[in-house]
Nanobody, 121 residues
Framework: QVQLVESGGGLVQPGGSLRLSCAAS????????MGWYRQAPGKQRELVAV???????NYADSVKGRFTVSRDNAKNTLYLQMNSLKPEDTAVYYC???????????????WGQGTQVTVSS
């Protein structure tokens, strides 16, 4: 199994910054795409940013130019640098990883428990 643990959430004022981290651990053969998703109260979970093992990235239009996703493959860790935060960025942020636990198994999507980000004055 693969465990994902997010950290770095909290309360920040509008215009501020936060950096989220997601550490993957467990029986890992390989990790492919990793991504950040978020879910605000009363809304569906939505993609924020995704990054492939090769470093290609994709962002939701609402965060382009403000958020930057990155990963450290040696540490199996995913990051999300969030700048110019807005109240509408308030949500629980979840980390996801497409991972293979052995060479013989098919990749599976694993999820973290989430970390709360609140943007408010």
């Amino acid at each position: 199994q693969v465990q994902l643990v997010e950290s770095g959430g909290g309360l920040v004022q509008p215009g501020g910054s936060l950096r989220l981290s997601c550490a993957a651990s467990g029986s890992i053969f390989s990790i492919y795409a990793m991504g950040w998703y978020r879910q605000a109260p009363g809304k569906q979970r939505e993609l924020v940013a995704v990054i492939t093992s090769g470093g290609s990235t994709n962002y939701a239009d609402s965060v382009k130019g403000r958020f930057t996703v990155s990963r450290d493959n040696a540490k199996n860790t995913l990051y999300l640098q969030m700048n110019s935060l807005k109240p509408e960025d308030t949500a629980v942020y979840y980390c996801s990883a497409e991972a293979q636990i052995t060479k013989a198994t098919i990749p599976y999507d694993y999820w973290g428990q989430g970390t709360q980000v609140t943007v408010s004055s």
